[in-house]
Nanobody, 117 residues
Framework: QVQLVESGGGLVQAGGSLRLSCAAS????????MGWYRQAPGKQRELVAN???????KYADSVKGRFTISIDNAKNTVYLQMNSLKPDDTAVYYC???????????WGQGNQVTVSS
């Protein structure tokens, strides 16, 4: 089992920045990737960004150039730096991890990010 604990959400004005963190514990040596999805009210959950254990990244087109995902392997923690935030970025952000690349096996509890206009 893998446990994911998220932190760092909140309220920010448009154009501002936030950083999300997700710390993993448990059988983490089998984890192939970690990252973030988000779900806005009335919408399906969508990929934001994932990073694999070899450093390969995958971003949604809507966040490319604004968000950066990184991983600290020593701390088993993945970060999402979000810059130039827009109201459309408002959602609950969920950390995810998987044993097979880009396939989610575990979810975090979710963290609200609200961007005001």
């Amino acid at each position: 089992q893998v446990q994911l604990v998220e932190s760092g959400g909140g309220l920010v004005q448009a154009g501002g920045s936030l950083r999300l963190s997700c710390a993993a514990s448990g059988i983490i040596f089998r984890v192939n990737h970690m990252g973030w999805y988000r779900q806005a009210p009335g919408k399906q959950r969508e990929l934001v960004a994932n990073i694999a254990s070899d450093g390969i990244t995958k971003y949604a087109d809507s966040v490319k150039g604004r968000f950066t995902i990184s991983i600290d392997n020593a701390k088993n923690t993945v970060y999402l730096q979000m810059n130039s935030l827009k109201p459309d970025d408002t959602a609950v952000y969920y950390c995810n991890a998987g044993w097979t690349r880009w396939i989610t096996d575990y979810w975090g509890q979710g963290n609200q990010v609200t961007v005001s206009s």
